[in-house]
């Protein structure tokens, strides 16, 4: 029998996390954890400590981490506790690690998916924003380090599944395929009038009608920004014009995505909103693994609908296929002013409106450069953080300079 495929989790107490370890734990067989990291979540790791019993544990937080060795003590002689950013490098980069879960949220998790990247790992890319921030970079280093990257967003997996046979992400423009089609659930606010979106809440906005994410991502889905990094994020993946990246809005979340070829063939995946599935393909692949998800009913679906996305009131879509388009650093400060302007939004320092604001001044202010080392990159990230926090707090400046 082959030995187990060593898993390093980055994120583990997050939605992404959580929905791995579940499918690794239907799997003792073939998966061992490695290592589990967390931002401050003490009460949630020590919980994955117990469970899954992994060689390391990595709290960013360094207080955090003297906590959890503590609470640990005598009951997992087993588990190393690290603490720091470096230390989530260090365990994507180890030996005894085959498999890296990206799961970290936003521009944090950037380095050690690089580090994970360099070291030819098999990455399981859930974090969009590291290579919407840094993908010119990101794919470089992808193919230096002989790493493989396999999309577990679930649309991405969904193109993936559609796509030529022995095809993997990062090997140019797919043979015969003409477009992608993405689809998006259109969020919770889909069919909500322009006039009721100032007033929309944090609670509003993470109530999202059929998948069941972090507040992250859950405001991106109401924004449709997430798309707009998806977007960014399958040009990458896939080498394809964002022209031919067509956004489709598909209420029920049923279809995943489609690859459309030249002969007029459209291949769709389907499957319940359930991210094991994505999950499992990326941990199995090339073969499939049980993985917890309901089986799809059909009859129960009853059908399926297709409409385009309203730009007007989702205008954080527009500005990411714009950034896009820009090149160089402009989709890094349209990624790091989002991350503002979201937390701010989730910390009501923001209506939900005027967050498309603070990115596209942001943008506006800031020039973009190209995107051709880290040091740039993080340097842009930085600037732009510091301009879209600036735009938070004198929010006044701010409307007049993006009414
Ligand atoms: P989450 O908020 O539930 O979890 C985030 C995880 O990252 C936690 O473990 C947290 O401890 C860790 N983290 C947060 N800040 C950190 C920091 N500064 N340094 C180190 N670790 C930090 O998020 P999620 O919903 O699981 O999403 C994770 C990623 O996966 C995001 O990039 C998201 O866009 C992507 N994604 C999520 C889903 C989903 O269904 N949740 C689907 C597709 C893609
Ligand atoms: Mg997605």
Redesign the pocket.
Known sequence: MRAPQGVAI??????????TLDVIARHSERFRVVAL?????VE?MLALCRRHRPDWAVM?DAEAAQRLARELHGEAPDTQVLAG?EA?SQVASMEQVDTVMA????A??LLPTLEAARSGKRILL?????LVMAGALFMQEVAAGGATLLP???EHNALFQGMPAAYVPGAGRPEGVTRILLTASGGPFRTTAAEQMSKLSPEQACAHPT????????V?SATMM?KG?EVIEACWLYTMPEEDVQVIIHPQSVVHSMVQYQDGSVLAQLGNPD?RTPIAHCLAWPQRIEAGVEPLDMFAVGRLDFEPPDLRRFPCLRLAQEAWHAGGTAATILNAANEIAVQAFLDRRLAFTEIHGVIEATLAQLVSAEADSIERILEHDARARACASELVSGRRTAQRVYS
């Open positions: 980055l994120g583990a107490t997050g939605s992404v996390g959580l929905s990291t967390a931002n401050r979540d949630g960013v950013a989530l799961a970290i949220v936003g944090a998790g859930a974090n969009k924003e590291a577990v967003d679930s998948w069941d994410m972090g507040r992250k991502i859950s991106d997430n990094l991210m």
